[in-house]
């Protein structure tokens, strides 16, 4: 039980098959409290989470679901605001909300390039801000961002130079919080995926999902549960003296 008790509230887990629906079940396991949040929230989707999530745990568990759309700085406030009066508490943010899309640079108009900022790293400082207030009030808490293998390699995959960007920008603002924060013994980190099996690889042709897995050391996709197990690593003291750090998961795609 890494997370025995622990107030965890992971954004971006509106679909069973998101990384954010395996690393609430997997922090479910090691005893968390679970708060799942998302933009698609709503009373049957959480009922699915809810069940889904019991499957794999004995004891009676309830599960908070919180609808936010994290590009709005208000409604980021009020998702804390509710997670406070339900749980009284935070320890940790998982926040794995995100778009991707994939453009060449002179195709993305200036909408798609805000959209993709406003979601994927306004959205991101807007959850962390809120949070922070929370932490820094307690003097502990811990923040884990999925960025992606885009930040690193100059885009990729799957996402064009806009998603690339706002992964980079939010790969900062991770490290700026793990240097801001660590005096008060808050921790931030961030993790880089690729190719990791969910609706965000249902784009891909078959031919093309092919050839990049051909390239991949590990040879396969990756699985939520994986990513869900780097995410239970930085956000538990089994990594209390890591900060600012960022994790690979990406089966030998990118060594550094
Ligand atoms: N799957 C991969 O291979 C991969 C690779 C690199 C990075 N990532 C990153 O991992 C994270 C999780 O993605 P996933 O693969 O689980 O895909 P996913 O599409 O299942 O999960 C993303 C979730 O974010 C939610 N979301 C979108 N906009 C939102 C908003 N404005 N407010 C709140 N929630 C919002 C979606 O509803 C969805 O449930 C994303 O940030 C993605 O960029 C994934």
Do not use: W
């Not at 090691?30 to 933009?39: F, L, N, S």
């Amino acid at each position: 039980m890494l997370l025995k008790e622990k107030v965890c509230v992971i954004v971006g887990a509106g679909s069973l098959r998101s990384i954010g629906y395996a690393t609430a079940e997997l922090f479910a396991e090691h005893g968390a409290k679970i708060v799942v949040v998302d933009v698609m929230m709503d009373d049957g989707l959480l009922a699915s989470i809810q069940s889904s999530i019991q499957a794999h745990v004995s004891k009676p568990i309830s599960v908070q679901g919180v609808r936010c759309d994290i590009s709005k700085p208000e409604a980021c406030e009020n998702m804390v605001r509710e997670v406070l009066a339900v749980q009284g508490t935070i320890d940790c943010l998982v926040n794995s909300a995100g778009i991707v899309r994939s453009q060449p640079i002179l195709e993305i108009s200036e909408k798609e390039l805000d959209l993709m900022f406003d979601i994927n790293l306004k959205g991101a400082f807007y959850l962390c801000q809120s949070v922070l207030k929370v932490f820094a009030e307690k003097k502990s808490g811990s923040i884990v961002n999925i960025a992606s293998l885009a930040a690193q390699r100059g885009g990729g995959l799957v996402g064009g130079s806009h998603y690339a960007a706002s992964k980079g920008g939010m790969l900062s603002l991770t490290k700026s919080i793990a240097r801001e924060f660590g005096p008060l013994g808050i921790r931030a980190n961030a993790i880089c995926p690729a190719m990791i099996d969910t609706p965000m690889l249902d784009g891909l042709s078959e031919d093309r999902l092919k050839g990049i897995i051909e390239a991949i050391p590990l040879k396969r996709t990756g699985t939520t549960r994986e990513m869900a197990g780097a995410c239970l690593f930085l956000a538990s003291e089994l990594s209390g003296f890591v900060t600012g750090a960022t994790i690979d998961v990406n089966g030998g795609t990118h060594i550094h």
